[in-house]
């Protein structure tokens, strides 16, 4: 029994963190996303100007030059949504880790020298890099609603997938978070292993070009199941294939339990390696 | 509450110093079956408590464990053994602008630094005007805090951070910031938490400070408690245990000068390791020596520091190897910066000291008062032959150092000697 209440516990543990703390986590996104922009000149607008950019520049690459097709009708303008449709979730993930995984010794001094439920910090990174995908995917949603099909009612179901994806990329960051501070290493394989990541998730490329013997890859990879379901929602406007997001709730709270638990149980150490 | 703020049973804490990163890791992969670290305890099974509404002074040299200790007492690192239970909510001064961000403004930053510390946003901003009243920065509350000088920076972190309202709070040698204006009224600041019945620790190796805040001390050194209790008795301790260390270290640099002592009278005593102390300093032909120099309270108990403006005793021990038919004694206190600030001989004052024969012992104390600005002050005595010519029996600097502390009832003294004056006005 007594095992069963702290299991129990520790499922709950990580929604917790959150709904206790909700005003310092908002207190530190609000500072992290006016920081972004606070020093420089042209102010918010770079939060769309660079996906914008990354976007014109993807497009060019491998719509243009490497004369990849796909989308609804294989024209350029299809591609580009299809593109940045994949992009935008995947960008909100690999930051949301990447900055995680360095957040833990960027913020030393507040480990060291104040009172503060660590979880946070993580947390506070993924959800800024959730925000700002915001903005991408209005710009997404205007050019779906303007250039494409339009906009369906599969889209209540967006926030659904974003939660998945919110889980998943919390979990992973909690980890990763933890790991640094003990291996500085981890900072460095990240960016190699992310940059895999990417080209093996089906953002630049439809998945039906991954050969079929390579198939397994792609079940393997949650942010695949994400990227699929984010194109099915907004631009197919259907359901997302139900196993495979079956599969990818239970991966993802797997991810958030699994990533909290070693997170909680390694951070009382970090202040003696810091 | 219970009649415990802080409970701190039989704390330990060992640091793990691994030779190279990666031995971390490989212990990890061998699960503690192989060891690849050494240890360092820097707190060994320390164990008291805090009554709540007391303010706890944590004193001892550089790295003897009072910061981890309180960092302990904060929850911010884990004792590897014991346990240290807290009533009520901690607030931790550990760091002045812990979390400060030098883009932002200083109201968004103390806002932000409440937020971290666990308390609603409203309730910080509430507090917002009080702490730019306490640290006087004007409009640059609005302005970046990169564009702030270090003294506005510290000034306002120190504000934020002690206008919020735990029940314990933890302060680390922050206050030695800022002017001593400034200084001045943090522990103003201070005083009003301790009549609001907070709990207070308070860590430094300032002992003036420690003294005149705290109801108790604790005196640490090398990670183990040496002694707990009432402020002058622990400072007194503390004092005697660096001076102990001058003298390990005066040995190990100094060949130790063997003078035979000789008692003579009841009063008069050699100190060895005076000898010892000052033989850096010393100079003159030796016929006399000043065998030991004490300061003394005005019921003539040993001080390690004098109240400001207290009746003290400078006595100084002196031994005669030749006849002396004349001789005069004399001293100085001086400053920090070696200006001769308070002093005089036997000479000037009209008490001449009898004739003495070889072997024979005088002591003289020097009765006065300290009115001087709080600090560190040394005293340096001589022994003339006579006023007309510059030879010396013995002429020693830094015979003592002590400290002046401040006054008790938190006046400023602005000059370096304050005189008891008169005023009058007339309307």
Redesign the interface.
Known sequence: MAAIATFARSLIAPFRILVVHR??IE?FVR?DI??RY??SVMGLSWAIIQPLALLLLYTFVFSYILKIRFGANGTTGSFALYLFCGMLPWLAFAEGVTRSASVIVE?A????????PSEILPAYVVLSALVMEFVGLAILLVGVGLFYRGLGWTLVLLPVVMVFQFLFTMGVGWMLASLNV???DVGQVLGLGLTLWMFLTPIFYPAELMPARYGWVLYLNPMYYVVQAYRDVILEQRFPIAPQMLVLAAVATASFVLGHWFFRRSK??F???L | MSGVAVDVEAVSKA??IYAH?RH??LE?LWRGRRQYHREFWALRNITFQIRPGSTLGIIGMNGSGKSTLL?VI?????PTDGRVTAHGR???L??LG??F?P??TGR?NV??QG????F??EETRARVPAIEAFAEIGDFIDQPVKTYSSGMFVRLAFAAAIHVDPDVLLVDEALAVGDAIFQHRCIRRIRELQDQGKTIVFVSHDIGTVKALCSEVLFIDAGEVRGIGDPSDVANLYHAHIAGLETKRAELTEPVLSIPVTPTSSVFRANPTFDQRVGLFRHGTGAARIRDVELLDEQLRPLAAADFNQEIVLRVHVEFYQDAPTCILGYFVRDKTGTNVIGTNTYEENTAIPPRKSGETVVVDFRYRLPLMPGTYSVTTALAYNRYSATYFDWIDNALVFEVLPPPDGRIIHSKVWLPLQITTHA
């Not at chain 2, 937020?115 to 666990?118: A, C, E, F, K, P």
């Open positions: 005003t310092t207190a500072r006016r920081g606070v020093t913020q001094p507040l480990i060291k020298k104040v009172v503060f003990f291996l500085r009382h150490a202040v003696d390696v | 640091y793990r990163p971390r890791l990890a960092q904060a929850g911010i690192v884990q901690i607030a931790s550990l760091e812990a979390g961000n883009e932002f968004e806002v932000m937020t971290i510390m666990g609603p946003p």
